[in-house]
């Protein structure tokens, strides 16, 4: 199957600080990317939709200034989360539709972000 | 919105039992697919099985088959011969003509040797 991956796996960082997630589609064009999240125990919530070359579509609730997307290429999405805070803390997970031979989306393997 | 419920937290099996996960959802859409997806303790997400909603013949994967009732927006999923690795999150999910995915709350499986 096709491959997803996102960088980093985990990160750890202050409050106040930035941090950015890339999720890379490695053997295929996506030009759109979902992004979610999901709490300890919890559900996958989505967040936003991420379209190459244009502006993502965010979910009812998400902030937009908050949650920065960036689809700049075929193959890669950014998750930017601006100064960030111990709420944030969360595990992230994109995932990358590929259309051909047919309409398939495909998981990364998520980034635990903790803010301290 | 499009909502799926999963109304079972947690289900146990005997190994080499049977089990069966419930799932409804709400939708106003015709076209969409279900989906149920494994989340094992690594938290990578795993298809296990998917149904198209125009199609009618319930889907199978070896020992996973679904039941899928259009009319009663019911998706359940049956898990035979239930094997130790068969242990995680099984999550229901619903895709939209957007392709966007609403994920059920979860059902956590403990497969019991």
């Known amino acids: 199957g096709a491959v997803v991956s996102q960088h980093p796996s985990r990160v750890i960082c202050k409050s106040g600080t930035s941090v950015k997630i890339e999720c890379r589609s490695l053997?295929?064009?996506?030009?759109?990317m979902f992004w979610y999240r999901q709490f300890p125990k919890q559900s996958l919530m989505l967040m936003a939709t991420?379209?190459?070359?244009?502006?993502?579509?965010?979910e009812q609730g998400v902030e937009k200034d908050k949650f920065l997307i960036n689809h700049a290429s075929l193959t890669l999405s950014t998750l930017t989360v601006t100064s960030a805070h111990p709420e944030d803390s969360s595990f992230y997970i994109c995932?990358?539709?590929?259309?051909?031979?047919?309409?398939?989306?495909?998981f990364g393997p998520g980034t635990r972000l903790t803010v301290l | 919105a499009q909502t799926v419920t999963q109304s079972q937290p947690e289900m146990s099996v005997q190994e080499a039992e049977t089990v069966t996960l419930s799932c409804t959802y709400d939708?106003?859409?015709?076209?969409?697919?279900l989906f149920w997806y494994k989340q094992p303790p690594s938290r990578q997400m795993i298809l296990v099985i998917r149904?198209?909603?125009?199609?009618?013949q319930n889907a199978t994967e070896n020992r996973f088959s679904v039941n899928f009732q259009k009319a009663a927006k019911s998706f359940s999923l049956k898990i035979s011969d239930s094997q130790l690795g068969d242990a995680a999150m099984y999550f229901c999910?619903?895709?939209?003509?957007?392709?966007?995915?609403?994920f059920g709350t979860g059902t956590s499986l403990t497969v019991i040797p």
């Open positions: 999910a619903y895709r939209s003509g957007g392709d966007q995915f609403y």
């Open positions: 939708t106003s859409e015709s076209d969409y697919y």
């Open positions: 053997d295929f064009q996506a030009t759109t």
């Open positions: 149904q198209e909603a125009y199609k009618q």
């Open positions: 991420s379209n190459e070359g244009s502006k993502a579509t965010y």
């Open positions: 995932s990358a539709r590929r259309q051909r031979p047919y309409n398939e989306q495909f």
